[in-house]
């Protein structure tokens, strides 16, 4: 079970840096596709609205999957390890920050091409943490199942 | 290109602008919504993301406000725990949970500690229902009340650290050992709830440890428990009650 539970955190540990530089991916391709609609004139937003009005709106998910529970799972905000900081370097190289924080400036092929990038980069992320999602659910289902049938005891924690 | 955003740091620092300010602000606003969707993972989904998202920005800004580079630490580390904090401080302050549900959850806690001081254990469900006088639904109707709110407002209920951070139940007990400073008084803080937590119903003790120490989901310790998640919700509701009750015993 010590073994089970160590591949487990390590798992963990590494979904949850995968979850946050996928969560960073997603509002950077999300601002970068707000800019894009801006242009074309759609969307409500007023083409002198600067970005930072709009970035609740922007940043905000929609609504999860019908049927989830809140706090069906503990769910903690952790500091970013080191797997977070090399994958954000990596992303930072394909979409630069000056870019992003300058995003009206760049011309519409740009733009596109910014999208792009940075949307092959969530896609990666969001596989990546699918497969981890499926190997920490069936560690956790083989866990659980062995509180189940008595190998183990909440008592050997406490 | 971290070259340049260390130029703008530095800019900014020598010579605060509105605009390298607003150009740190795009740059690290996805880091709020990665705050705001963890947190809101424990709230009903009534909950407005984009009003998290906006007292989120308000502590990127004074994370960015108030960073110094010079101290060597990394900047998103600081800013997500401003982040947190001030997502947490703005629920706490509009004290989005129902008084009514407040005052109730007040009333169960108050017939525990009472029945606990008689009976010397944890009392049972029927033992608290009778305390308040009422039916064992009308109790567990209260259990599902509250946990409908969100685990969050119960772990709201139950934050601790004095020093700075507000640590919910769930940082406490979480498996990572994250954060700078604060360290010390997290190990002292799992200490004092592991034993407590050893003190309660078997129930309450495997619901609790599964779901904080062992990561199970609501529907995991159903199956084991051979009980839906929902039961598993009402156990897990009246089991943070009791800890509650007991720590401030
Ligand atoms: N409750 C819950 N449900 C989850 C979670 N992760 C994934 N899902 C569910 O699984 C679906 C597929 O997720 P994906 O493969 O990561 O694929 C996702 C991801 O690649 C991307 N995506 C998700 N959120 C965002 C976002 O805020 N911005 C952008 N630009 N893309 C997003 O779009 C795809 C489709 O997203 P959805 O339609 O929302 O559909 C999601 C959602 O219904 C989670 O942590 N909690
Ligand atoms: N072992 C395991 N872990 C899982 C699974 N699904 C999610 N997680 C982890 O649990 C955290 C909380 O998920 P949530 O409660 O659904 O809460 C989610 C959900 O409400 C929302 N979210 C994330 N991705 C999506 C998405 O693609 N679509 C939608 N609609 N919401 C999403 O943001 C919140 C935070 O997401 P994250 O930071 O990614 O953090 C996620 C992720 O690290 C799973 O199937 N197995």
């Known amino acids: ?11 963990s540990q590494v979904e949850s840096d995968i ?127 062995r509180y189940r049938d008595g190998e183990a005891s909440v008592d050997s924690i406490l | 290109n971290a070259a340049d955003l260390d ?94 549900v407040r005052a109730k959850a007040k009333s169960v806690e108050r017939a525990m500690t009472k029945l606990e001081a008689v009976l010397h254990r944890a009392p049972t469900d029927e033992e608290i229902a009778e305390e308040l006088e009422m039916t064992m639904d009308q109790l567990l109707g209260i259990y599902n009340q509250i946990s409908s709110l969100g685990i969050v407002a119960l772990d709201e209920m139950l934050s601790f650290g004095g020093g700075g951070e507000s640590l919910t139940l769930g940082d406490t007990l979480a498996d990572r050992q994250d954060g700078p400073g604060g360290m010390y008084e997290r190990v002292e803080m799992r200490q004092m709830l592991a034993e407590a937590i050893n003190k309660m119903s078997e129930r309450a003790k495997i619901v609790l440890t599964l779901y904080y120490y062992e990561n199970l989901t609501l529907a995991e310790i159903g199956n084991v428990l051979g009980v839906t998640e929902s039961r598993v919700c009402q156990i897990h509701t009246k089991a943070v009650l009791q800890l509650r009750s007991r720590l401030q015993a």
């Not at chain 1, 079970?1 to 591949?7: D, V, W």
Request: proline letters at 5%; one cysteine or more.
């Open chain 1, 19 to 145: 979850s946050l530089v996928r969560r960073v991916s997603q509002g950077r391709l999300d601002i970068v596709g707000h800019e894009s609609t801006r242009r074309s004139g759609a969307g409500g937003s007023d083409a002198d609205t600067p970005v930072l009005f709009d970035l609740p709106e922007i940043l905000s998910d929609g609504p999860a999957p019908s049927g989830s529970t809140p706090g069906a799972r503990a769910v903690s905000v952790g500091a970013p390890g080191e797997v977070a900081a090399e994958l954000v370097k990596s992303l930072d190289t394909m979409a630069s920050p000056s870019a992003l924080s300058n995003i009206e400036t760049l011309s519409d092929g740009d733009l596109r091409e910014l999208f792009e990038r940075i949307r092959s980069f969530e896609v990666e992320m969001s596989s990546i943490r699918r497969q981890l999602h499926e190997r920490i659910d069936a560690i956790q289902s083989e866990i659980g199942r």
């Open chain 2, 7 to 100: 130029e703008v740091w530095t800019r900014y620092k020598d010579n605060p602008t509105q605009e390298d300010r607003d150009q740190l602000i795009v740059y690290y606003a996805p880091l709020v919504k990665y705050v705001a969707g963890r947190i809101a993972s424990g709230l009903p989904q009534n909950v407005d993301q984009a009003d998290l998202v906006s007292y989120g920005m308000f502590g990127l800004i004074d994370a960015i406000t108030k960073f110094d580079p010079e101290r060597g630490f990394k900047f998103e580390t600081y800013a997500i725990s401003r982040i947190k904090g001030a997502v947490l401080d703005e629920l706490r302050s509009i004290d989005w949970v129902p008084r009514s």
């Open chain 1, 1 to 11: 079970l010590e073994q089970l539970r160590r591949i487990r955190v390590e798992c």
